[in-house]
Every structure is written in structure tokens, then in C-alpha cells.
């Protein structure tokens, strides 16, 4: 069993920076892959970006790529999402997931989730 906070959400300026925290529960967290997914009003979850057990791995969406990484530190049981060069479309509830399988954007991979922490973006 894994538990899932989410924090470091909040209203940022286009072209911003923020840096978002997910912290788990649970002594097995280092063998989980993490993902990070949002959702915005009136659409669908999306896939952010993944990171492999030991973090030598990661994946992301192509809409954020280049923008977003993604990093983990194991022994502190946390995952970070650091956002930079924000956009009014990355607006949204993010979302950090934990699951046993490889990275991948399926939601249906994910087997715990947070609760979620509001980015908002002005423009």
C-alpha cells in the first residue's frame, strides 16, 4: 500500500517556474515507478511524464518535453515535478501516481494516486 500527497501547486505567471512535491508511504516506494499525470476542467487525464524505479529512467509527454523533468529521491520517499516556461494550457489538477509496472502514460499502469494540487497559469 502506497499513500500519495501531492503539494507545491499554486498561480504563477506564464513563463514561470514551480516545483511540485509528491510524498509517499510506505517502505516499498523505491520500487514503484512514479508518474506524474494533470487533468484541466472539461478534459480528460493526461500523462505528464514517468520515472523508473531507481530514477535512470524517464519519459515524458511531448507536450512538455524540454519544459518538465521529473526526479526522485528514494531515501526520502519523494518525487518531484519541476515545471519551467509554464503556458496557460498547463493550467490544471496535477496528479503523482505510483505503480509496479514500466514507465508508460496508461493511466490503468497506476495503481495509487494522490489527491491532486491546482497549477494556474495566467497569461
Known amino acids: 500500500q502506497v499513500q500519495l500527497v501531492e503539494s507545491g501547486g499554486g498561480l504563477v505567471q506564464t513563463g514561470g517556474s514551480l516545483r511540485l512535491s509528491c510524498a509517499a508511504s510506505?517502505?516499498?516506494?523505491?520500487?514503484?515507478?512514479m508518474g506524474w499525470f494533470r487533468q484541466a476542467p472539461g478534459k480528460e487525464r493526461e500523462f505528464v511524464g514517468s520515472?523508473?524505479?531507481?530514477?535512470?529512467?524517464?519519459d515524458y509527454a511531448d507536450s512538455v518535453k524540454g519544459r518538465f523533468t521529473i526526479s526522485r529521491d528514494n531515501a526520502k520517499n519523494m518525487v518531484y515535478l519541476r515545471m519551467n516556461s509554464l503556458k496557460p494550457e498547463d493550467t490544471a489538477v496535477y496528479y503523482c501516481?505510483?505503480?509496479?509496472?514500466?514507465?508508460?502514460?496508461?493511466?490503468?499502469?497506476?495503481?495509487?494516486w494522490g489527491q491532486g494540487t491546482q497549477v494556474t497559469v495566467s497569461s
Open positions: 510506505g517502505r516499498t516506494f523505491s520500487a514503484y515507478t
Open positions: 520515472i523508473s524505479w531507481a530514477g535512470g529512467s524517464t
Open positions: 501516481a505510483a505503480s509496479l509496472m514500466r514507465l508508460g502514460g496508461e493511466t490503468s499502469r497506476y495503481d495509487y
